[in-house]
């Protein structure tokens, strides 16, 4: 492929590889048999790793992350394209006719005030676009991704309702809700009623993404910071025990476990 070494190049380069492993005659056989369901959680895992990257700061590693996300992008517009629907180019052309429909202050004649003001005029673009489709979307909670992990959904939903004034208005209440919900899940568990308990924590799960909404945190930042903390202090317990030829497990109790758990919080671990 001799192709001129510029953006516009390595992008075309880069959409005759798709084709080529793609072609039914001489591509990959991986490749030719994949459809849209079985790409799409190779897609999601691509954008984690993308966040991984910059969870970690690790910059060099980002720009591969990158590609591998970019690639998958130009997988579901081939796909797309050998049938008729859509091709790259229409995924380009609709994200950039997107980006300066919502940003009249920018491309229009709309003045926006600060960040805050533009997040407002975002949601209130995008409402009206689904309102205009029209169906599902229509609602309130219309559009929101059912694919999202359960915590990002959880918020987004709850971010919806308040929207139109179905939230407490203080943090406290979150708080009397969570006591409650504990209660109901206390009382499954006595019952020994398994169903009851999986919706009880369920129930449980959503009021606490709730209160991390309304105290401005993200839930899923603080579980997974939560899982690094868990993480990192399970290694120190792991590491000291090795240090005496042992490793968790029955001929560890549990006092000493807990004993080693706490020297890790005590280095900040």
Same mark, same amino acid.
């Given at each position: 492929?001799? *192709? %001129?070494?510029?953006?516009?190049? !390595?992008? !075309?380069?880069?959409?005759? =590889?798709?084709?080529?492993?793609? /072609?039914?005659?001489?591509?990959? $056989?991986? /490749? ?6 079985? *790409? ?31 690639? !998958? ?6 796909? @797309?394209? #050998? ?5 790259? #180019? ?9 980006? *300066? ?26 409402? @009206?676009?689904?309102? @205009? ?6 609602? =309130? ?10 915590? =990002? ?10 929207? =139109? ?9 979150? &708080? /009397?809700?969570?006591?409650?919900? *504990? ?8 019952? /020994?009623?398994? %169903?009851?308990?999986? %919706? +009880? ?18 839930? #899923?930042?603080? &579980? ?6 868990? +993480? ?5 317990? #792991? ?7 042992? %490793? $968790? ?19 900040? &671990?």
């Amino acid at each position: 492929m001799n *192709i %001129e070494d510029s953006d516009d190049g !390595q992008m !075309q380069r880069l959409l005759a =590889v798709m084709v080529r492993l793609r /072609d039914p005659d001489g591509g990959c $056989p991986w /490749d030719i048999r994949q459809d849209f369901r079985s *790409i799409a959680p190779y897609t999601v895992e691509e954008a984690y790793e993308v966040a991984d990257a910059i969870e970690r700061e690790d910059w060099s590693h980002l720009c591969d992350e990158l590609g591998d996300l970019l690639f !998958q992008v130009v997988y579901h517009a081939q796909m @797309a394209r #050998e049938r008729g629907w859509f091709g790259f #180019e229409d995924v380009v052309r609709a994200i950039s006719d997107k980006l *300066i429909r919502r940003h009249p202050h920018v491309f229009g004649d709309e003045t926006v005030g600060s960040a805050g003001e533009q997040t407002v005029a975002w949601e209130a673009h995008k409402q @009206a676009e689904r309102a @205009a489709r029209g169906g599902a979307e229509a609602g =309130v909670l219309g559009g929101i991704p059912r694919a999202l992990p359960a915590l =990002v959904r959880a918020a987004k939903l709850q971010k919806r309702a308040a929207r =139109v004034g179905f939230d407490w208005d203080q943090a406290a209440g979150v &708080l /009397d809700k969570l006591e409650e919900e *504990i209660a109901e899940l206390r009382g499954a568990l006595a019952e /020994d009623r398994h %169903e009851a308990v999986a %919706e +009880e924590m369920g129930d449980l799960l959503f009021t606490c993404v709730n209160l991390a909404r309304r105290t401005g945190v993200d839930p #899923e930042s603080a &579980l997974r910071d939560a899982n690094g903390k868990f +993480e990192r202090r399970f290694t120190f317990m #792991e590491d000291r025990l090795a240090e005496q030829g042992r %490793e $968790p497990g029955p001929d560890v109790d549990l006092a000493e476990l807990d004993a080693l758990w706490e020297q890790a919080k005590r280095r900040g &671990l």
